[in-house]
């Protein structure tokens, strides 16, 4: 089920441009962060709560605040950064624990 549900979140994120057939926003184009939050809390309230988590851990670490396009593509580029991925099995998994080690294991160097 875990798996299952990782694969469904990751199949809608990186998908849903396409879906109504019409032309949407590239991983170039850059979109509010509050609004591409808004929608991963529609798709799963899990992946809104990792990838806030993730945003903040970045920001901790890295000293400077990670940008929409740079999620976007954590998320969607391959099978997506692997440290936000687990906070987002993580966070379904309601494991406040797992969540605060990965939270400590973002990367600062990005493949963007």
Wanted: with cysteine; net charge positive.
């Amino acid at each position: 089920m875990r798996r299952t549900f990782l694969f469904l979140v990751l199949s809608f994120c990186g998908t849903a441009a396409l879906a109504d057939g019409k032309p949407g926003w590239s991983l170039t184009d850059d979109i509010p962060l509050a609004i591409y939050l808004q929608t991963l809390a529609h798709i799963s309230p899990a992946a809104r709560e990792a990838a806030n988590g993730y945003l903040h851990a970045y920001r901790r670490r890295c000293g400077r605040a990670l940008g929409t396009v740079e999620l976007r593509k954590a998320i969607a580029d391959g099978a997506g950064d692997p440290v936000l991925m687990a906070m987002m099995l993580a966070a379904f998994q309601r494991d406040t624990l797992k969540l605060t080690r990965l939270a400590n294991a973002v990367s600062c160097v990005r493949g963007v």
